[in-house]
Structure formats: C-alpha cells, structure tokens
T-cell receptor
Framework: DAKTTQPTSMDCAEGRAANLPCNHS???????VYWYRQIHSQGPQYIIH???NNETNEMASLIITEDRKSSTLILPHATLRDTAVYYC??????????????FGSGTRLSIRP | KAGVTQTPRYLIKTRGQQVTLSCSPI?????VSWYQQTPGQGLQFLFE???????NKGNFPGRFSGRQFSNSRSEMNVSTLELGDSALYLC????????????FGQGTRLTVV
C-alpha cells in the first residue's frame, strides 16, 4: 500500500503557484520523498525528490516539514501544460526494494486559463 | 540522449493468446522495471530486472513474466491473456534501481478482446 495521502484533485489559475500537499506520517528515516507526474496517456515523469532539506530544480520546489511527516510540491508559475496527475511517493534508496515504486492515487491538478 | 523506448505502442490481442512487450532502457542504465496501469487499480509494480536477473517482483500471477538481455533491453510476456489484462504497460529504467530516479517510457497500450 502507498504510504502517502494526497487530495484527489486540485485546480489552479494559470500563472499562479500551484501548491500540492502530501502526507507521509509513517515515513522512515531512510526514505526519500519523490514526486512524479503523469500527463494523460504518457509515462510518469520524474519531477524532484528530497530527504529532509528543501529542494529546487528547474521544474519545481519541494518543501519538507521538519518532522518529515508532510511535504508540498510547488510549481511556481503553473501553465496549461502542467495539467496532470501528480504522485507523491516515498522510497527507501539503497535498499533491495528501492526499485519497487509504490504509486498511490495521486492528485489530479487542473490548470484553468 | 535517447529516452526509454517501448514497442509496440498499441496492441490488440484475443483472450487466450500470449503477448510480448519490449523495452529499451536509456543507454547505460542497467535496471528495468515494469508496471501495469489500469483505471481501477492505478499504477502497479510488476517486476524489476537488473543485470539479467529478476531482483524484485510484485503481486501478479505467473502468467506475467519477463527477462532482460545482456544489453539491458527487457521483454515482458503475458500468457493466456484475460480481458482484465487490458492496460497500459509501462517500463522504467534507472542506472542501478537503488539510488537514482527512474525514467519511464510512453508505454504499450494492450487491449484484450
């Protein structure tokens, strides 16, 4: 079973920041938080990941709370092309099961013009 | 560099037949994982191959099998197809499957009639 809880759907106005929350209250110390997104009928796309520090790349920012029980993915300036299902995942890297990604139901993000 | 390539993109088979799907990982990647995506069950892990050996396995019946070749290309086979096997089959490649992000292909859409 997925170890994360996400809202089923969200919407955001184009050009605004999209903030997608994720709860992972049972995360273990060696588990990373990963975010993927899946645009309709395509394969999931890696966005960002982090352990305990906030992370930023060209696509998004990841804010992880100090107790690591929740995180927020931030798309700073949402565009229509960001409409997708966003998956928050926890993975224990450097373990024999690291390759077994457990996807939950994700959040369906709709960007409105 | 080229991404993950899955062939064919679309396939229609009849119940009882078998099917073989192919996945060519990103050059240099040695881990290949397979996933099944259906509207009812979401994205589910099938199995992972690393250095021609199955390293992880999900909860699927023995009709689902796979293999990996010395060039890291992988195939998955489904025998005695059932209507419920209709799904998007996704392949993901990563360098070692342990501590790097996974990159997904576009998938093969299998329809069983």
């Amino acid at each position: 079973d997925a170890k994360t809880t996400q809202p089923t759907s969200m919407d955001c106005a184009e050009g605004r920041a999209a903030n997608l929350p994720c709860n992972h209250s049972t995360i273990s110390g060696n588990e990373y938080v990963y975010w993927y997104r899946q645009i309709h009928s395509q394969g999931p796309q890696y966005i960002i990941h982090g352990l305990k520090n906030n992370e930023t790349n060209e696509m998004a920012s990841l804010i992880i709370t100090e107790d690591r029980k929740s995180s927020t993915l931030i798309l700073p300036h949402a565009t229509l092309r960001d409409t997708a299902v966003y998956y928050c995942i926890v993975r224990a890297l450097e373990s024999s099961s690291a390759s077994k990604i457990i996807f939950g139901s994700g959040t369906r993000l709709s960007i409105r013009p | 560099k080229a991404g993950v390539t899955q062939t064919p993109r679309y396939l229609i088979k009849t119940r009882g037949q078998q099917v073989t799907l192919s996945c060519s990982p990103i050059s240099g990647h040695r881990s290949v994982s397979w996933y099944q995506q259906t509207p009812g069950q979401g994205l589910q892990f099938l199995f992972e191959y690393f250095s021609e050996t199955q390293r992880n396995k999900g909860n699927f019946p023995g009709r689902f099998s796979g293999r990996q070749f010395s060039n890291s290309r992988s195939e998955m086979n489904v025998s005695t197809l059932e209507l419920g096997d209709s799904a998007l089959y996704l392949c993901a490649s990563s360098y070692d499957g342990l501590n790097t992000e996974a990159f997904f292909g576009q998938g093969t859409r299998l329809t069983v009639v």
